[in-house]
């Protein structure tokens, strides 16, 4: 989770309150993911306990205390920045399994449940455009965040469509024996990870 | 020339594209193509619309027939309220040069002619006295904010303004319906989406636009996204609510 360290950031800029973190986090990320107070509080709780961050130390938790980023802290945001998160298995993607279940049950016509999803997904980039096109305009964090699920969403009706194609094609040829047993449990492994 | 739309009907209540149930054939008998089979579309004034699908759905047939280009097998097509089936050849051109905008993905800035010149072409080539045409072309690189290389040749132009004065050109005089194909293909996808963006103001400011591309980055610019399969529209998107709805402060998704 980025939140820990996205805060860690925000403090190595200076000493900050709990309230100015949570203000600045929220902006910084083009407002996108709103974050709630508590959420802020809970978490410079565990910075301090684990020396990543240390506060003012007038003991009581709240707006009254104010926190400094430690060695410790600059040292483990560095190190979280060149991490690469952890892409190595695919997510159990709700739309994938929606598609693969048209795909199997006799009733469902896949290629309408595709054309719904990609209706749908295009609305939501249409909105996504319109916010690139007003308020990203000036918001640096907000345009790379509205580029980031643009092209998100781009990337999952390309799916969309490449499976449209591959069913249809499926459907149009003849049925082949089935394939060798090998890669169907390595699909399965895959998906078990997560 | 009767301004586009008139004769009694108020400007809204026409569409600036209407489209009823026209279909195309290339050939005939058992080679014969049907490249679009029944297609009912209509654009507004101040609408863009962008129409997607795979390649060999259409897309440019539809393009082609609307720009009044080709006549379609069956079906009707109205520009400004106009039918052009049966309109004589020369007022067809007329129309295809006053009313009708096009964006080519290309460009096809004509290289020995200067930005204004470009853009104050399908004025001059319609008989617009020069000045006229002329003034109507910086008018145009204003609106796109590329006044400042009214004088400068295409080659000494960076792709994204020429792009701006190819959408100038398109848009100059009192164009009602801009047509466009691929408009941003040559472009990378920050000065694609520029394009579209520009697009997208020329229609706030009253122009209607139909977008032909294959790119769902692209065509979300649009008011309205149409499908198109097999020469058919297979689905359309409905009017989506603002973008205030993506982001709830204070909620967490």
């Known amino acids: 989770m980025s939140v820990p360290h996205v805060l860690l950031a925000l403090l190595s800029e200076g000493p900050k309150y709990g309230l100015q973190l949570r203000e600045e986090f929220e902006a910084g990320t083009g407002e996108v993911w709103p974050l709630n107070v508590g959420q802020v509080y809970k978490t410079l709780g565990r910075l301090e306990r684990d020396g990543l961050a240390e506060s003012d130390g007038t003991g009581q938790d709240g707006p009254q205390k104010r926190y400094r980023i430690t060695r410790r802290g600059e040292e483990a945001l560095a190190a979280w920045l060149r991490t690469p998160p952890d892409l190595t298995s695919p997510p159990r993607d709700e739309l994938v399994m929606k598609v693969l279940v048209a795909a199997r049950v006799p009733d469902a016509d896949a290629h309408e449940v595709i054309q719904a999803h990609r209706l749908y997904l295009l609305e939501l980039m249409q909105q996504w455009t319109r916010l690139k096109e007003g308020e990203a305009r000036d918001d640096l964090s907000l345009a790379l965040v509205v580029d980031a699920e643009i092209f998100r969403l ?3 009706i390309r799916w969309l469509d490449a499976a449209d194609v591959r069913l249809a094609r499926a459907a149009a040829a003849p049925p082949r024996p089935s394939p060798a047993a090998a890669p169907v449990p390595q699909l399965r492994r895959l998906g078990a990870r997560r | 020339m009767s301004r586009p739309g008139g004769g009694g009907e108020s400007e809204s209540a026409v569409s600036a594209l209407e489209l009823r149930g026209v279909s195309k054939t290339y050939g ?16 507004r004034a101040g609408e863009m619309v962008a129409v997607m699908g795979p390649s060999g759905s259409g897309k440019s047939t539809l393009l082609t027939i609307a720009g009044s280009l080709e006549d379609p097998t069956s079906g009707e097509v109205l520009v400004c309220g106009m039918a052009l089936a049966g309109m004589p050849r020369g007022r067809r051109a007329r129309l295809r040069r006053r009313v009708i905008g096009y964006v080519f993905q290309d460009f096809n800035l ?7 010149e470009n853009a104050a072409l399908p004025l001059e ?3 617009v006295p020069v000045p006229k045409a002329r003034a109507a072309g910086l008018a145009a690189l204003e609106s796109l904010g590329v006044a400042g290389r009214a004088g400068w040749f295409p080659d000494q132009l960076s792709g994204g303004e020429r792009q701006r004065v190819a959408i100038a050109r398109a848009v100059v005089g009192d164009r009602r319906l801009l047509l466009a194909d691929e408009p941003s293909g040559a472009l990378d996808s920050v000065n694609a989406g520029e394009v579209m963006r520009l697009l997208h103001e020329a229609c706030q400011r009253g122009v209607a636009a139909v977008v032909v591309t294959h790119d769902a980055q692209l065509a979300a610019w649009a008011d309205r996204i149409v499908l198109l399969r097999d020469g058919r529209l297979t689905g359309t998107t409905t009017r989506p609510p603002g973008p205030e709805s993506l982001l709830m402060p204070g909620e967490t998704r």
């Open chain 1, 154 to 156: 781009d990337a999952v």
């Open chain 2, 110 to 116: 004509l290289p020995g002619l200067t930005a204004a």
């Open chain 2, 28 to 43: 005939q008998g058992p080679g014969a193509v049907r490249a679009l089979a029944g297609v009912d579309l209509s654009v």
């Open chain 2, 125 to 127: 080539l319609d008989g």
